[in-house]
């Protein structure tokens, strides 16, 4: 056995401290969650849970009034960006993959017009057209609507270009069998394209999973009733400007709440988040 | 081999053309044709005027300093983030105990938005309630980043740069582990340290990699970080945390000025365009050598 020296306990040391970095402001959110308002809002928030666990997410659950304000309750922020974050991953998926299946196995003109038109998505994020984006979404009656959060978003190039790039690797031979046995296009989608699309799919749906849950500015500007509000920019309006006496023991449990269900899908898929991650970008 | 189908496949593409012409070509010529145009107060009658709308943003004093900040914003935050990620990318990647807890531990904060990653570092530098924002004060240190500008600005970047290690990570990791072990083995036994085999194997075979993420992250940094400076500072105290993406927010929506966003608009558009095509002449380069 060689002696274990300094210098390889090196790469462990800083490992640990990176982890730490990113897990502190996790712990202390979560110790925060089981302590009183006064306690954090004095600045006295101990390394170790607290009492008030139960009551904080019951509260910050059901909407009950804080000892401050009263918020939206979380169970209704969790829905809306459940609906949103599932309503613009599957839609993503569901108009990219026949898209995809379009450009790839037909012949027709305009092709590869409609085919940069997809393309140039990527070019204009919801960021760059904030203004006139709203304007098209209250024309058409959908400011406060779960179309109106999820369905301006749901165009996807990178989603269409890894779909189609997965196509062209189907083999030839595997259409033309399904054109001797009579399959024609629909069938051969759903018999032979959509079961072979399985992994990918799945990649996917993690990605865009997360990305849906986190929208922030979009859900900002579409949503001013309380009612559709997402989970997101409810804790920002629950902090306010941020003073000393604010709820703490509510905003910190209603943040817990809020990073859960993403993170929850990083940790326990985390194979299929990272195959995702990596096609989706390459 | 293709499908013969003369409406079909127009059939399947109709949904996501909708998407795109509705939702994203209509709104980015309207923000183009309001560039050009000077709308009355009651958003009536317009003018055409030319580029007076970019001459007044870009001889705006105020702009001008918006942009430095995003520019600093953005280098740092690239920077931090990067070089975080590659060290904790070479380290994990090395046949220690434990790498694949420590993977997992440090991909999860890819799953947090920008804004609740501003949250947490509040709750730690808050000089109310954060422990170390209290530290700082106790120090003696004046630290109160609502108030000061400097140490906004840097609140931003850190809360910014942390939440983007996790994604740099994953890349690299992915970089690292298409590096051939033959290679690095060879140089082991010519002699090569750990160090020298970094700077002249790891580093240079992992510049594809370096080189997206460097177009990624500037990405992130210029558009995704509304979330971080929207939940932290508002872009205050004063404009010391504006970027030019909170701006455009702040004067189309609080301001309402029409004609001065979608200047700012266009600008960014043609920012974002130019990152893409740059990533795209990058990733054709890739496909062709690969």
Known sequence: ?282 | MTFDSRLLPYLLLAPQVAVTLVFFIWPAAQAVWQSVHLQDAFGIRSEFVWFENFEHVLTDPNYLDTLKVTVVFSVAVTVLSMGTALLLAVLADSKIKGARAYKTLLIWPYALAPAVAAVLWMFIFNPDIGSFGRALRALGYDWDYRLNGGQALWMVIMAASWKQVAYNFIFFLAGLQAIPRSVMEAASIDGAGPVRRFLTITFPLLSPTTFFLLVVDMVYAFFETFGTIHALTQGGPGKATETLIFRVYHDGVVNNDLGGSSAQSVILMVIVIALTAVQFRFIERKVHYA
Request: charged residues 15%; aromatic residues 12%; neutral net charge.
């Open chain 1, 1 to 282: 056995m060689k002696p274990t020296r300094f210098i390889d306990l090196v790469p462990h040391i800083v490992l640990i401290v990176g982890v730490l970095i990113f897990a502190y402001p996790i712990y202390v959110t979560l110790i925060g969650s089981t302590w009183d308002s006064g306690t954090i809002g004095r600045g006295g928030l101990p390394l170790w849970p607290g009492g008030q666990g139960l009551d904080n997410y019951a509260q910050a659950w059901a909407g009950e009034a804080g000892a401050r304000a009263k918020y939206t309750p979380v169970r209704t922020m969790m829905l809306n960006s459940l609906i949103m974050a599932l309503a613009i991953a599957l839609g993503k998926i569901a108009i990219s993959i026949l898209s995809a299946y379009a450009v790839a196995f037909f012949r027709f003109p305009l092709r590869m017009a409609f085919f940069w038109l997809i393309f140039i998505t990527l070019m204009l994020p919801v960021e760059v057209r904030i203004i006139p984006t709203y304007k098209v979404v209250a024309d058409l009656g959908l400011i406060n609507t779960y179309a109106g959060l999820a369905i301006p978003l749901i165009a996807s190039a990178t989603a269409t270009l890894l779909f189609r790039q997965f196509f062209l690797t189907i083999p030839d031979e595997l259409l033309e069998a399904a054109k001797i046995d009579g399959a024609g296009p629909v069938r051969f989608f759903i018999d032979v394209v959509l079961p072979l699309s399985r992994t990918n799919i799945a990649a996917l749906f993690v990605i865009l999973f997360i990305y849906g849950w986190n929208q922030y500015l979009w859900p900002l500007l579409v949503t001013s009733s309380g009612d559709m509000e997402t989970i997101v920019t409810g804790i920002t309006k629950m902090i306010g400007t941020g003073e000393s006496a604010n709820d703490w023991n509510l905003i910190m449990a209603t943040t817990v709440l809020a990073m859960l269900p993403p993170v929850a899908v990083v940790v326990f898929m985390q194979r299929w988040f990272v195959k995702g991650l990596v096609d989706s970008e390459k």
